[in-house]
């Protein structure tokens, strides 16, 4: 929460580096595991989320078309060069009107219009200024959304919707800082404004801050109690930050508080069944909601993927499943819900040994996913882009010039040294994490933001990291450390595991930080890796886009192993490695060695990571339902099924493949 003291008084024209609210959207994913849950479509264009200040302080409901109070003529902005009529303030009135009531309608143009025609006759009006900032907003151009609602907050400084929809502009932006400054400038004029907590709730979950996300959503069910809405945001952070027990009691707090059983809260409930691995109930609770939505993705996805867990290699019955998916996915469907069904699809077919079928599947899958309007706002180029100039920088000469710093020993107060669990993703990184995490010595951290937060505080990086001081290097340590500890990280009692597969392409930050970390790099026949983040469904981000094709994925990794070898051949990074295929074949062998190098024994509880990862509960990758089951070896050379489609990018892999041991 923002103190009250950051709070000033905006002048008349301040722009605040706003982000816009009329939309509510999904969150974007931070890594590769956030689970997907049904029923949490974008909630498109918030009635409230214009509230011309001339009107009842209780809320503007605008209508389609013209209000009943107007005039039955729509208002039109004078031509150009013409004499303007005086223009009364009951046309003023109807112009807010329509304009709110063609945005509520997503008749963007015409809200404009309205808007610009009241700005013509009164150039100062905050409620035009507001809705042009809603209706570049609506467009995606947060930026300029930003600049007009500043200014009407500014000249209506009063009005919890204006500073909420400014705090939406800096969200949509990126600009998290300065949107819970806006947030709290409406909680301080409105504390029972239920949008504020929608749209606050939704930045802490797009920025891992799931804790607060929760307590937000916590306080919006307190204001709209009635509105099925609120549980599924809250059961929606819970299941990000993995507490999917936390995630079925709110599902039951909406049951027993709504009445019946609502289709979004049932599929709700089915999908976090499944993440469980409690299959009997997820097929139970997706049956319920597919009685009253026959067509529900989610719940059919999650319906199809607990029986085909519950009775694997079933040939028979995935026969039925694919029938029955196939019929859907033959009718026109929405990107969002299309994905969903192909990707199990692609699964159900790969199972049954149809690879040409899967592949078709996955590939239909990847193009729905790139239609998503979710990543119309993701910089597609961003993150491969960072890849590309760490690789830039890191040369011989640059680190040469690096700063020298002390070595650095076992701190007092902490039980070893950070050590980092990294790899490309579907490389086995979840499946080491369980057996790891199964050692009463070990805590593993999953898949949370922790470098990135410090790279957030490191100004000028990464071009700073080679003239990195001993007092900054003291503060961004201490920055990391206290993303431990508000994770509950154990540090006195534990070694902790910061499991996060890409934080392998800021190994050099992490070496210049933690000199005295470890590293545990998790490997995987190449080919396998790229084949397998191609059939995945991750939820997509700058990232996760690379892997939408074939190429696209082998492109990625071959970009960032290089870099992995240019650290490795640059820096003293102390690395352990772990391969997938050992493993799987022989845990203890592979195992023993990875305890040895952590200064840990062998215990026996690390021997089956399936009763631990069902026992934990928290499993967010998308590995969550093989690490579930007895370790097989059947996903090893998994790609030869798949060669056909393999062969052009084998050639960007194959200098990998040798370099590492494997063999085409």
């Not at 109070?69 to 807010?96: C, F, M, Q």
């Not at 025609?117 to 609506?138: C, F, R, S, T, Y």
């Not at 301080?188 to 979950?205: A, E, S």
């Not at 961003?382 to 011989?396: A, D, N, Q, W, Y």
């Amino acid at each position: 929460m923002v103190a009250a003291s950051a709070c000033g008084t905006l002048r008349p024209h301040e722009t605040l580096n706003p982000p816009v609210s009329v939309m509510t959207r999904n969150s974007p994913p931070k890594g590769p595991g956030k689970p997907v849950l049904p029923g949490l479509t974008p909630q498109g264009f918030n009635p409230q989320g214009f509230n011309p200040q001339g009107f009842n302080q209780g809320g503007f409901r605008p209508t389609v078309g013209l209000p009943p109070s107007a005039s039955g003529a729509r208002p039109a902005a004078p031509a150009p060069g013409a004499v303007p009529r005086p223009v009364s303030k009951d046309d003023i009135t109807r112009l807010l009107q329509l304009g709110g009531a063609n945005l509520a309608a997503g008749r963007l143009e015409h809200a404009a219009k309205a808007a610009a025609a009241v700005l013509q006759a009164e150039p100062k009006n905050p409620d035009a200024m507001h809705l042009i900032g809603l209706v570049a907003l609506g467009k995606g151009d947060a930026e300029k959304a930003e600049k007009f609602i500043a200014t009407a907050a500014a000249l209506m400084p009063r009005h919890a919707n204006v500073w909420v929809n400014l705090g939406n502009a800096q969200r949509d932006q990126g600009k998290a800082d300065e949107a819970l400054i806006s947030y709290h400038r409406a909680e301080m004029i409105n504390p029972d404004y239920p949008d504020l907590y929608l749209n606050r709730g939704q930045l802490h979950q797009d920025n891992s801050d799931y804790a607060d996300a929760m307590d937000d959503y916590d306080r919006l069910i307190e204001l709209k109690p009635d509105e099925a809405a609120s549980y599924m945001r809250a059961a929606s952070a819970a299941s990000d930050a993995g507490l999917f027990r936390e995630a079925v009691d709110y599902c039951k707090q909406a049951l027993a508080v709504l009445g019946g059983e609502p289709a979004q809260i049932t599929a709700i409930l089915a999908t976090t069944y499944e993440r469980l691995g409690d299959l009997d109930a997820a097929i139970l609770w997706a049956e319920k909601a597919l009685e009253k939505q026959p067509k529900d993705a989610g719940a059919l996805r999650t319906w199809a993927k607990a029986r085909r867990r519950k009775d694997k290699k079933n040939k028979a019955l995935l026969g039925e499943l694919r029938a029955r998916l196939e019929s859907v996915a033959a009718e026109p469907m929405r990107a969002p819900d299309a994905r969903l069904i192909l990707s199990e699809l692609g699964q159900i077919c790969d199972e049954m040994g149809e690879y040409q079928a899967a592949f078709t599947h996955f590939e239909a899958m990847n193009r729905r996913t790139s239609e998503l309007k979710s990543l119309e706002r993701v910089d597609r180029g961003k993150f491969i882009g960072e890849v590309e100039e760490l690789s830039r920088l890191m040369t011989k000469e640059n680190v040469s010039r690096m700063s020298a710093l002390p070595a650095i020993g076992r701190e007092p107060g902490q039980a070893a040294g950070p050590v980092f669990l990294v790899g490309f993703p579907r490389s086995g990184t979840t499946l080491l994490d369980q057996i790891l995490d199964a050692h009463p010595k070990v805590q593993v951290l999953e898949e949370m933001p922790f470098v990135n937060t410090v790279r957030k505080a490191f100004a000028g990086y990464p071009k700073a990291l080679f003239t990195l001081d001993e007092a900054e290097r003291a503060r961004l340590r201490e920055v990391y450390r206290d993303e431990l500890r508000a994770a509950d990280a154990d540090l006195e009692g534990r070694i902790v595991v910061d499991k996060m597969p890409l934080n392998m392409v800021h190994a050099g930050l992490i070496a210049r930080l933690f000199p005295e970390a470890k590293f545990l790099l998790a490997l995987r026949h190449p080919a396998d890796c790229v084949l397998s983040c191609f059939m995945q469904d991750f939820v997509p981000n700058g990232a996760m886009l690379n892997f939408l094709t074939l190429e696209g994925s082998a492109r990625f990794y071959d970009r960032v192993f290089a870099l992995w070898e240019q650290y490795r051949t640059l820096m003293p990074l102390n690395v352990r490695e772990v391969r997938y295929e050992n493993l799987v074949a022989d845990l203890r062998g592979e195992v023993e060695p990875v305890l040895n190098f952590l200064g840990l024994e062998w215990n026996d509880a690390v021997s089956d990571p399936a009763a631990h990862a069902l026992q934990r509960g928290t499993i967010r990758t998308p590995s969550y339902s093989q690490v579930t089951q007895p370790i097989y070896a059947s996903s090893a050379e998994r790609w030869r099924h798949y060669e056909a489609q393999m062969k052009p990018v084998l050639p960007v892999l194959a200098p990998h493949i040798e370099r590492l041991g494997y063999s085409l």
